[in-house]
């Protein structure tokens, strides 16, 4: 059950198991790290909530389809599952689920996720700024709008003058 759970997850980005908790997939964008020169990449960030109450019709039919089964058979699989893994939780154990991390209750009882160190796919790659010499663009000095070449021309017939 865990990998189909952890299958459906992957594909919908959201999942609730009854007596468990909700999971949620949250997309991170590439980032840009100016001072160390590199562009980090995008990652998913694994956001677990506990107590759901309600199991996805979706998941029943995923289930359903995945093992061949009816939906009621499904639904019947997968709450007996929650009603053994919660059982294991309040014991102390902990539940792995596959490629993803896994379940324990913490000193205060409460079910907390460890999320699994994958396998990265994109890697940090180097990225450094490029300034182009006497590439012209629009510039605003003011409330009115000029070239940048006609700016570099403006400031290079202005001798500076120096104080001794």
């Known amino acids: 059950m865990q990998e189909l759970f952890a299958s459906y997850l992957a594909q919908k980005k959201e999942c609730s198991i009854p007596l468990i908790g909700k999971f949620e997939i949250n997309a991170q964008a590439a980032e840009l790290d100016i001072a160390n020169k590199q562009l980090l990449p995008p990652a998913d960030e694994i956001i677990f909530s506990e107590g759901a109450d309600y199991l996805a019709a979706d998941l029943t039919n995923y289930i ?17 599952w929650c009603l053994h893994s919660k059982a294991k939780l309040d014991s102390g154990e902990k539940i792995i689920l596959v490629s993803i991390g896994s379940l324990q209750k913490n000193e205060a009882g409460a079910i907390f996720f460890q999320r699994k160190n994958g396998v990265n796919f994109f890697e940090n790659i180097s990225a450094e700024r490029v300034v182009h010499k006497n ?27 120096l104080s001794k």
């Not at 359903?64 to 007996?80: R, T, W, Y």
């Not at 021309?153 to 003058?161: G, H, K, L, M, V």
């Open 135 to 161: 590439a012209e663009h629009a510039v605003l000095v003011g409330d009115r709008e000029t070239t940048s070449s006609a700016m570099n021309e403006y400031y290079r017939d202005e001798a500076p003058i």
């Open 64 to 80: 359903s389809f995945s093992k061949n089964l009816s939906p009621h058979e499904a639904e019947e699989k997968m709450h007996h």
